[in-house]
């Protein structure tokens, strides 16, 4: 099935910008399918942040914003804020003789400097 | 909103059961998947599976000879069953909800229960 390749880790002081890539590669039919953001942060219920590549869910903070071109899609945090500090996943889907499958990104966990 | 339950501590060998309350939703809905996924400490997350309105259900299958997800439609309820469990399934077990309108992404989760494999 599909790899969801991610940076282990990127940081940024408050206020900053900082992008977290994730690179699709080995989808079982060659086929990108959209991609969906998550913050997770211990003890707490795992939040989606973008769905289908850049759409924001109500109450999601416009810091957040998501985009993708071809095999690859992007989260962007604007205005960095200590709260932002947690890990992200990126997701898409693939197909497989008996449906869809889910495929996790490896994570990257945020630090506010 | 979704709730996990179940015994945080299990056997080597043994059954992994694990329960997730759905409140504020029907699990008879037919554009949602009702999904298990875990993170192992210091790792990433891993889907597990889901079952969609009580007559499907698909595996990761690195874990399907092992799993199973079952749905009570009466309680509200969705299981998993994960058998002769090793301390590699340690992990936080989450169940969440998945749509299956646009690009099928969870849109509800659950906290996480966090399941020990050990003697």
């Known amino acids: 099935h599909s790899i969801l390749t991610q940076p282990p880790s990127v940081s940024g002081a408050p206020g900053q910008r900082v992008t977290i890539s994730c690179t699709q590669s080995d989808s079982s039919t060659g086929a990108t399918y959209n991609v969906h953001w998550y913050q997770l942060i211990p003890g707490t219920a795992p939040k989606l942040l973008i769905y289908d590549n850049s759409n924001r869910p109500s109450g999601v903070p416009d810091r957040f914003s998501g985009s993708r071109s071809g095999a690859s899609a992007s989260l962007a945090i604007t205005g960095l804020q200590y709260e932002d500090e947690a890990d992200y996943f990126c997701q898409s889907s693939d197909t497989s003789l008996s449906g869809w499958v889910s495929v996790f990104g490896t994570g990257t966990k945020v630090t506010v400097l | 909103d979704l709730q996990e339950s179940g015994p945080r501590l299990v056997r080597p060998s043994e059954t992994l059961s694990l329960t997730c309350s759905v409140s504020?939703?029907?699990?008879?809905?037919?554009?949602?998947?009702w999904t298990w996924i875990r993170r192992p400490p210091g790792k990433g997350l891993e889907w597990i599976g889901y079952?969609?309105?009580?007559?499907?259900?698909n595996y990761n299958p690195s874990l399907k000879s092992r799993t199973s997800i079952s749905i009570d439609l009466s309680k509200g309820q969705f299981s998993l069953r994960l058998t002769s469990v090793t301390t590699a399934d340690t992990a936080s077990y989450f169940c969440?909800?998945?749509?299956?309108?646009?690009?099928?992404?969870?849109?509800?989760w659950g906290q996480g229960i966090q399941v020990t494999v050990s003697t």
């Open positions: 969440a909800r998945q749509t299956t309108r646009g690009g099928l992404y969870f849109d509800s």
């Open positions: 504020g939703g029907s699990t008879r809905s037919d554009i949602h998947y």
């Open positions: 079952v969609y309105y009580s007559t499907t259900a």
